[in-house]
């Protein structure tokens, strides 16, 4: 618009939000990044600056490590594998299958029930001895309990379970929108030419999704980052941090230790993290829809 | 997927129809878990027996528990008092991101697009400074602010704005509309079902927010349902999954309800277009 | 700009409608309170707080639901550093040197001017004062305190012909009976364990309990000295990890603290150690004939307190501060500790309390009240320090790192006692 003025409504258009998330997201992230440069401020002692002090103790930090290889792992398992079962579900309910309705039901049912809750529901399937695995296991196949929770090799596996539960039914809802918008034409089309159904679902139908999957990976990477939830109520970290996740740490650093000025250093790394990640998409995502 | 073609043996659908069911079982199992443990006494809380007796015990605990009726209708007004707020905000700074040229567009743009990451939750400490300095401590609209001005949102609505052909403004510009009549009758009722697609994430991300309302709010006039739900998950006295669950169910049913009555128009209306 | 100004005032009206309007009254107080053992906890407070606002109409109270313990605490320091700190708050004991640290409390000396004030401090169970002093000074008053003890199945002990009414002594006979407790089923799996002491979240509570009755103690009085790998705690924590390894008495892996009293109704193990606040629970939901002891003894008996401990903030006015002090004066006196203690199961934290005819009425229909205030004599404080939660948070993961035999107990110990040196050495 090539208003003469155009730069006048552009700023008043703008101001409301800008005041928002300067007030809200950029004085108090600024305020933090330089209190990653200065000493944690006890009752009587001030904050003192300290330059890189935090960084290196962070880089000597054994913990910190271990939970940014969680956090990977947990990445890892959640976001391929729920947006995959969000489309294989979207296309199920999409179809003509009895049933549908009440599936699509029950794939998005996770997402009105709060975690904090749910947590503990998924902590009774868990549970060794009288647990609804243990129960299935010991009462079908006679095989002993198994301390899912309690074990450092499976703890982090449980908790992606739950991740992916929570998550797959509200990204099959994004993939429904968008499989409802391809033409039935395009099918028709299709089945005259002779195209397998698998062909036409690799050449056709996945293309035209792109610009939904990568709508739905984006929150995917958020959430990966975000979903902690559950381990407050169901872990606490544990055993000795396996399913400790980066954020759950800066909770733990900034209001169980009170160690404000280390808070502070884990959130810059993690927001170098996400901007490394969700930039990048973000790009991706800004070109595909161009040529829409 | 769609059984057209005649070349398919049914067996294809009926193996995806059982593979579906299987799974949306497995989805439903927490839920039928709480509704199992809800409408039974404790005792039959790990016990699957059809003859246990049914009572409605727990519901009343859980009610008795905490002010569920109020906590609820504090959520649906925190839910709607960002979601109105969000979408006000987020298609004006779209809007001007959209369609207008103006000095340090970019760099605001990437202002903006930074607020993705930093997520409100990792800011409390900050946060609750400022709202104390605005003296709003303890309020519903406290526990909003943080949220109203998204970068999610404003990003979102910017790409469907851009999509819109621009032949459409400038015919409407020619008959004399403001910007703000454009923005309301052209390009609002075109985005549409992004507004719905967005709307989804935040109230479903609001509904279930939980420390930061906990640390902003004191009373039980502000507080959402999930601050109520806490209070069952005390750890030391064991897990009452009976009541725990009552208390869920009572407070996630009316969305659940919801969902089940008007999923047909939800999903077609979301739909409509298919967000781009 | 008429849909923002619209906007503008929606905001305004719903600010006005929303907020709250502070009533001026002759004291406000807030009082923050955690819930750690259900709904009915929360209940009696607001029940007990409204009864006193009602009978003093000079302090208006506002009781504040704040979440699980470690939340209230969150709360109350965000709150403080946010600069409107609650005048009152129960958190828990250990916390007491955080707060110091922080500078956000008082002590309660100050405050006691009369004898009977002064009375009043000094007639709580030494046991419990233990985590409310330092310096010689009192920063807490006990409230919402408990001691682990040990629940055992009487049913269970008579089918495998055990005195029913004898739990275990010592920590041989807590291994010896748990050997003829264990149950297995056709396939060789296990379906009752012997004993179970749960590990999850904060496994130093209950250790705590092997450790004193090892005769050592964790930490200093001063909060800035740990002895997490001397001898005896290694040996305490050799004696845990073989439970499940060698005696095979116990389920192994981290064990859930939330599914612990579910086990036991559930006859998944014979025997638990868990709070007494867990007494109500288990009174209201035990299938069975249960019995509840002390903890078994090795060199010596002993086991650790726990709970949460009224304090004062700092920030608050004068009048406020003597507010805070007459109600934390009254609810801990002895007909309203009594409601509490009956409501809840947590020990009623000073001995007149136990000479109220509520408390008499109660113990003679449920003896195993008793339990927690006999033992008391052998508890020794909660471990505490500076920086409590980073220094207990290197121990539990030390303990979690036996448990799940990432490391052996030596080891890990040894770890955990360097990096607590390290977080410690500024304290000394």
């Known amino acids: 618009m090539l208003h003469r003025r155009a730069w006048v409504y552009g700023w008043l258009f703008l101001s409301p939000a800008l005041l928002f998330l300067f007030a809200f997201t950029h004085y108090p992230a600024l305020n933090t990044i330089i209190s990653s440069f200065f000493s944690t401020p006890r009752g009587r002692r001030p904050a003192k600056f300290i330059g890189p002090e935090n960084y290196q103790e962070m880089l000597q930090d054994p913990v910190f490590w271990k939970v940014l290889s969680n956090n990977f792992w947990f990445a890892a398992g959640t976001i391929p594998i729920s947006i995959g079962l969000a489309l294989l579900m979207a296309l199920w309910v999409n179809s003509h299958l009895r049933g549908r309705t009440l599936a699509r039901m029950a794939f998005f049912a996770p997402t009105v029930l709060p975690l904090i809750a749910v947590a503990n529901i998924w902590m009774f399937f868990y549970t060794p001895g009288f647990g609804l695995i243990d129960q299935i296991r010991g009462g079908l196949f006679g095989l002993p309990a198994i301390n899912l929770l309690g074990n450092p090799d499976t703890v982090l596996a449980a908790m992606i379970v739950v991740a992916i539960w929570k998550e797959a039914g509200f990204f099959m809802i994004f993939y429904l929108a968008a499989l409802q918008s391809i033409p039935p034409v395009l099918r028709e089309a299709a089945d005259v030419e002779g195209a397998g159904r698998f062909y036409f679902f690799r050449r056709v139908m996945l293309p035209l999704l792109m610009p939904t999957t990568l709508f739905v990976s984006v929150n995917a990477v958020i959430n990966s980052f975000r979903l902690v939830d559950h381990i407050f109520v169901m872990t606490d970290g544990g055993p000795n941090n396996a399913s400790s996740l980066l954020l759950f740490y800066i909770y733990e650093t900034a209001f169980k230790f009170w160690q404000t000025g280390y808070a502070a250093t884990l959130t810059v790394v993690m927001l170098i993290l996400l901007s490394v990640l969700a930039i990048g998409q973000f790009f991706l995502f800004d070109r595909k829809i161009h040529y829409q | ?276 | ?428």
Not at chain 2, 2 to 21: E, H, I, Q, S, Y
Not at chain 2, 94 to 109: E, H, I, N, V, Y
Not at chain 2, 156 to 172: C, N
Not at chain 3, 289 to 316: E, W
Request: charge should be negative; charged fraction near 15%.
């Open chain 3, 1 to 428: 700009m008429g849909v923002i100004k619209r906007f503008d005032t929606a905001l305004i009206a719903s600010a006005v409608m929303l907020g709250q309007i502070a009533t001026a009254s002759a004291v406000d107080l807030e009082f923050y309170f955690p819930v750690a053992v259900g709904g009915k906890a929360a209940d009696t407070i607001q029940a007990l707080t409204d009864e006193y606002v009602g009978n003093n109409p000079g302090a208006d109270i506002k009781a504040v639901y704040a979440g699980s313990y470690q939340e209230t605490v969150t709360k109350a320091l965000t709150a403080a550093r946010g600069g409107k700190p609650p005048q009152l708050s129960v958190i828990l004991s250990v916390d007491m040197f955080t707060l110091i640290d922080e500078d956000v409390i008082i002590p309660f000396d100050g405050l006691a001017q009369t004898d009977e004030d002064k009375a009043w401090m000094s007639s709580f169970y030494p046991a419990f004062m233990e985590n409310s002093q330092t310096g010689g000074k009192t920063y807490g008053i006990p409230f919402q305190r408990s001691t682990p003890v040990l629940y055992w199945n009487k049913d269970a002990f008579k089918e495998v012909g055990l005195d029913p009414d004898t739990p275990p002594a010592t920590w041989d006979e807590m291994v010896e009976f748990g050997k003829k407790l264990v149950k297995k089923d056709a396939n060789g799996n296990v379906t009752r364990w012997g004993v179970r002491i749960p590990s999850s979240g904060f496994p130093y509570w209950l250790f705590q309990g092997l450790t004193t009755q090892n005769d050592v103690i964790l930490a200093n009085s001063d909060g800035n000295q740990t002895s997490f790998d001397d001898p005896r705690v290694v040996e305490a924590l050799q004696y845990l990890v073989d439970l499940s390894g060698k005696y095979g008495v116990m389920a192994p892996g981290i064990i859930e603290w939330g599914a612990t009293p579910k086990a036991f109704f559930e006859g998944q193990t014979a025997m638990m150690w868990t709070t007494t606040g867990n007494l109500t629970n288990v009174r209201e939901n035990a299938p069975f004939d249960f019995g509840v002891g002390m903890l078994p003894a090795h060199k010596r008996r002993g086991a650790p307190t726990g709970g949460g401990n009224f304090y004062i903030f700092k920030d608050s006015s004068p009048e406020q501060q003597q507010a805070a002090f007459d109600f934390v004066k009254w609810i801990t006196a002895p007909e309203q500790s009594a409601k509490w203690t009956i409501a809840t199961g947590y020990v009623a934290p000073r001995p007149d309390t136990w000479e109220t005819d509520t408390m008499k009425a109660y113990t003679a229909d449920f003896p195993p009240a008793l339990v927690a205030r006999d033992q008391l004599e052998f508890a020794v404080a909660e471990l505490s320090t500076y920086e409590n939660q980073r220094v207990t948070t290197v121990f539990n993961d030390a303990l979690e790192a036996a448990i799940t035999g990432a490391k052996t107990p030596a080891d890990a110990l040894a770890e955990a006692q360097q990096q607590a040196d390290a977080i410690l050495k500024d304290y000394r």
């Open chain 2, 1 to 276: 997927m769609r059984a057209g073609r005649a070349g398919w043996p049914d067996f294809d659908t009926a193996l995806n129809t059982v593979a579906m069911c299987l799974l949306a079982f497995l989805w439903a199992l927490p839920l039928l878990y709480a509704i199992w443990t809800a409408i039974h006494p404790a005792a039959y809380e790990t016990r699957f027996v059809l003859t246990a007796p049914l009572t409605l015990d727990n519901f009343a605990k859980a009610w008795a528990a905490a002010p569920f009726a109020r906590y609820f209708l504090n959520t649906v007004m925190l839910v709607t008092l960002i979601l109105i707020c969000q979408f006000v905000l987020c298609t004006l700074a779209a809007f001007a991101f959209a369609r207008f040229r103006f000095p340090g567009r970019s760099l605001l743009f990437t202002l903006v697009l930074l607020q993705l990451l930093v997520m409100p939750d990792i800011l409390i400490v900050e946060n609750y400074k400022t709202i104390r300095a605005m003296g709003l401590v303890d309020t519903i609209i406290a526990i909003g602010l943080p949220y109203f001005a998204s970068g999610f949102g404003i990003f979102l609505l910017r790409q469907t704005f851009m999509s819109i052909p621009r032949e459409l403004d400038e015919a409407a510009r020619v008959e004399g509309i403001s910007f703000l009549g454009l923005l309301w009758r052209v390009y609002i009722p075109l985005a549409k079902p992004t507004y719905l697609a967005y709307g989804l994430v935040s109230v479903s991300h609001h509904w279930n927010n939980f420390l930061w309302p906990l640390i902003i709010t004191n009373s039980v006039e502000t507080r959402p349902v999930t601050v109520g739900l806490s209070i069952f998950s005390a750890v030391d006295a064991g897990i009452e999954w009976s009541v725990i669950n009552a208390a869920t169910l009572m407070t996630s049913g009316p969305l659940l309800i919801a969902f089940l009555l008007f999923q047909r128009q939800f999903v077609q209306s979301f739909m409509r277009a298919g967000i781009r």
